[in-house]
């Protein structure tokens, strides 16, 4: 079975396209690989599966909160097992953080959580209908340090306002970052941008409802800072 085969919604890229993320040539364990055949017909969604019907994938009706890059998982299946009340949508591209977080959710038996494993901008472009979420939250994307890379940082004007038609009216954009300048950029595009009130003066502290990641954790015993933003929409 060809690579393309085995993961649902591997993303093609043009060569022009600047992306915010690379594909890793991580190395996915025997039950990673696994979990796609055996748990993504329950918790995976596609591209090609059009507008998301929540109705159809939830049986219910609930408030809805997606998350742009869960990486291994761990946290986004925590959020979802503490707020049964909401449905939970996780996108990543990295084949390994998908297949863990398949065998966790499905040991875990949570029902409030799918999956995409597609570029964040064409399942928003494609799949999310207009007034749909929330909270739309980005946790510790990509920072792209190097000034010459800092184009392909997720955080841009023009993201902002392509997902912005996505968020309900009240709904929160959180972003958090544990990189300082990355954490200034975040806070001056979205000073600027339409359509968004911040709820603190500045940075904020951390919701509740985000948990503290063990990378963080060890971070916070190294004197690393983590900078958090939550922005309503009008």
């Not at 409802?209 to 983590?226: C, D, N, Q």
Request: one cysteine or more; aromatic letters at 10%; a negative charge.
């Amino acid at each position: 079975m060809s690579e393309t085969s085995t993961y649902p919604d591997r993303p093609e890229y043009k060569q022009k396209a600047i992306r915010s993320f690379v594909i890793r040539a991580g190395r996915m364990t025997d039950a990673q690989k696994s979990a796609f055949a055996r748990h993504w017909p329950t918790y995976g969604l596609s591209l090609f599966g059009g507008p998301l019907d929540t109705q159809q994938h939830f049986g219910r009706e609930a408030p809805l909160v997606l998350e742009i890059g869960f990486g291994m998982g761990d946290s986004l299946l925590e959020m979802a097992l503490a707020e049964p009340d909401k449905d939970f949508i996780g996108i990543e591209v990295h084949p390994p953080g998908v297949g863990r977080l398949l065998n966790a959710a499905a040991e875990a038996e949570v029902s409030n959580l799918k999956l995409y494993m597609a570029d964040a901008k064409d399942v928003l472009a494609d799949c999310i209908p207009a007034a749909t979420l929330d909270r739309l939250q980005v946790y510790f994307p990509d920072p792209w340090h190097k000034k010459k890379h800092h184009k392909r940082r997720i955080i841009q004007p023009d993201f902002i306002q392509a997902i912005a038609p996505s968020l309900k009216a009240g709904g929160l954009l959180h972003l958090a970052t544990d990189w300082a300048e990355y954490a200034e950029h975040m806070l001056e595009v979205m000073e600027a941008a339409e359509g968004f009130a911040n709820t603190s003066a500045g940075f904020t502290q951390r919701p509740s409802f985000r948990p503290i990641t063990k990378f963080e954790k060890r971070g916070e015993r190294l004197g690393h800072s983590v900078w958090d933003l939550l922005f309503q929409r009008d």
